[in-house]
């Protein structure tokens, strides 16, 4: 099945702990996107990743932290920095950066902090 | 904020009968796309229309867009218990590609 894969489901940091989230792709999709969505609000641009070995800040960055070392993967750190980190964590991609471009999602990473 | 808005917040309605979100935008666009997800999980993408284009259709879905207003509105006609959801309507910038999201309305189908 083509789609993308985002683990695990539930997440939990303690305090001062770093966390990373998965997020695998295997529709050969050139962008990479991560959201931070909180309730009643709409997605929050984490970071995104036009091309492998690059990557930008979107509108919250602060606290967090991603790479993109292969096509297919695009990791999020929710760093010790990042003091509200409870949220759902959705990961995407599209073909490519034009402002025509779908955006598909995986099912989401809820996080909690213990 | 930058963020669209949708409305109502949340609609219930009756298996069969019609629903209307509305979408409102505070820049130009360049596009605008609807969203569907289901609780608990990832979006759907359902249509996008350009800002060039009225109207566009989808199966039971309908999507309008009035530039002038600054607004677009997604119908479901028909409504079935698997369209409970909730629905976003996400733009485009001019100056770059990021999209811009609305907070979402919560459709409930009641059977």
């Known amino acids: 099945d083509g789609g993308i894969t985002q683990s695990p489901k539930y997440l939990f940091r303690k305090e001062g702990q770093n966390v990373t989230l998965s997020c695998e792709q295997n529709l050969n999709h050139d962008a990479m996107y991560w959201y931070r969505q909180d309730p009643g609000q709409g997605l929050r641009l984490i970071y995104y990743s036009q091309i492998v070995n690059d990557f930008q800040k979107g509108d919250i960055a602060e606290g967090y932290s991603v790479s993109r070392e292969k096509k297919e993967s695009f990791p999020l750190t929710v760093t010790s920095a990042q003091k509200n980190p409870t949220a759902f964590y959705l990961c995407a991609s599209s073909i490519g950066t034009g402002q025509n471009e779908k955006l598909f999602f995986g099912s989401g990473t809820q996080l909690s902090v213990l | 904020s930058q963020q669209g808005e949708e409305d109502p917040q949340a609609l219930s309605i009756q298996e069969g009968e019609n629903a209307t979100m509305n979408c409102s935008y505070k820049?130009?666009?360049?596009?605008l796309q609807w969203y569907r997800q289901n609780s608990g999980r990832g979006l759907v993408h359902l249509i996008l229309i350009r800002s060039n284009e009225r109207e566009k259709h989808s199966g039971r879905l309908r999507v309008t867009l009035d530039t002038s207003k600054k607004s677009s509105s997604l119908l479901i006609t028909a409504s079935r218990a698997a369209d409970t959801a909730s629905y976003f309507c996400?733009?485009?910038?001019?100056?770059?590609?990021?999209?811009?999201w609305g907070a979402g309305t919560k459709l409930i189908i009641k059977p």
């Open positions: 820049t130009s666009i360049n596009n």
């Open positions: 996400a733009n485009g910038r001019n100056s770059n590609y990021q999209l811009i």
